[in-house]
């Protein structure tokens, strides 16, 4: 089955003229603000601080989220120490270390918040409702209750999502051509920190597990230690893959998740290509672009966020890592890998 991008369904995208239409509008409210203020960019992340993507994203990098942010940014007339600073806080370590550090941040009166997850959103808008607030992934801010809607968040939040709910029936798809002979599906996630208590993905999901005579077998986490006793489960007959959901609790135990997958042979398909960085054996997911540079100048020079449409992703990649498909005992169908975007060996 021919597995293609899933459409952007209603967020428009800013085209060049309209930015600079935009920049434009908003250049004598930056002035007005008066440009010799050092302004305060905030960052908070559920990520360690000495997580490797941490940083990784801390390099001035296109491919890292706060190192393109700074590189976009200088791009755009902003220079770290010279008319802006840089403040980073992480969230890691449960719900009073998430309060700390964003209060750590309001308390800084930063001129923009951006945020690494939606529960990090969720937790800065329950703390202000007037610094400017972006996203740099929420897959159902609508559902979320982060903006009013896609076109006119309103309010003091905008920012991009990174997939849709039809995905979960993509990624069923995918893992299914790769392990043709599952009976059945696990269903990897943390209905703390997944959109919609996972619900979000589950419907396209069951839909085509309907379809495609597989079980839907849920197998939820709370903690670290439970991912042992999640995946291995599924090692067991009846023959069985699985789904790594979109989640900010398993993107921080990533290593664990995909070292456990190999441990009990389960294959597994995640949304991210921080898993196969692991070693996972496949992703599909959204092309990383870090495009919050240019909201982040936009609100430093005077527009609001809530003006600002939230974006969606502009292309979708699938991975495959041949050589953890070998291990696993798999041989993937040429079908499958001619539609890669990438194979890792």
Do not use: C
């Not at 459409?7 to 935009?22: D, E, I, K, Y």
């Not at 559920?46 to 791009?75: C, I």
């Not at 441990?263 to 599909?284: C, E, N, Q, T, W």
Request: without cysteine; hydrophobic residues 45%; neutral net charge.
């Amino acid at each position: 089955m021919m597995v293609r991008p899933v459409p952007a369904r209603v967020a428009p995208v800013v085209t060049r003229r309209n930015f600079f239409r935009l920049a434009g509008a908003t250049a004598a409210g930056f002035f007005a603000l008066g440009a010799d203020r050092l302004r305060i960019v905030a960052s908070i992340t559920g990520l360690p601080l000495d997580d490797e993507l941490t940083r990784r994203n801390m390099t001035e990098s296109s491919t890292s989220r706060l190192g393109a942010l700074v590189a976009g940014l200088r791009q755009r007339g902003w220079v770290e120490g010279a008319n802006y600073r840089l403040e980073v806080r992480s969230s890691f370590g449960g719900s009073d270390k998430l309060k700390g550090a964003v209060a750590e941040l309001i308390d800084l009166k930063p001129d923009v918040i951006l945020t690494g997850s939606s529960v990090e959103t969720a937790a800065v808008m329950a703390a202000t409702t007037s610094i400017p607030i972006v996203f740099a992934t929420s897959n159902d801010p609508v559902g979320s209750g982060f903006v009013a809607s896609l076109a006119h968040p309103g309010g003091n939040v905008t920012g991009f999502t990174s997939s849709t709910a039809e995905m979960g029936g993509k990624w069923l798809q995918l893992i299914k051509e790769a392990v043709p002979d599952i009976e059945r599906v696990g269903i990897l996630f943390n209905p703390a920190s997944t959109p919609g208590a996972g619900r979000f993905y589950l419907d396209s999901l069951e839909q085509e597990a309907a379809a495609s005579g597989v079980a839907v077998v849920l197998a939820p986490v709370g903690t670290a230690a439970e991912i042992d006793g999640a995946i291995g489960r599924f090692s067991e007959a009846p023959k069985a893959a699985m789904i790594s959901l979109v989640d900010s609790f398993l993107v921080v135990n990533r290593q664990a998740v995909v070292a456990t997958a190999a441990k009990y042979r389960v294959p597994m398909i995640y949304p991210y290509h921080y898993f196969m960085d692991a070693g996972g054996l496949m992703s599909y997911g959204p092309t990383l672009e870090v495009r919050s540079a240019d909201y982040v100048d936009l609100i430093l020079r005077g527009t609001k966020a809530g003006d600002l449409p939230v974006q969606s992703p502009r292309k979708y990649e699938l991975l495959i890592n041949r050589t953890v498909a070998g291990a696993l005992g798999l041989k993937i169908p040429f079908t499958l890998l001619a539609r890669a975007d990438e194979i890792r060996e």
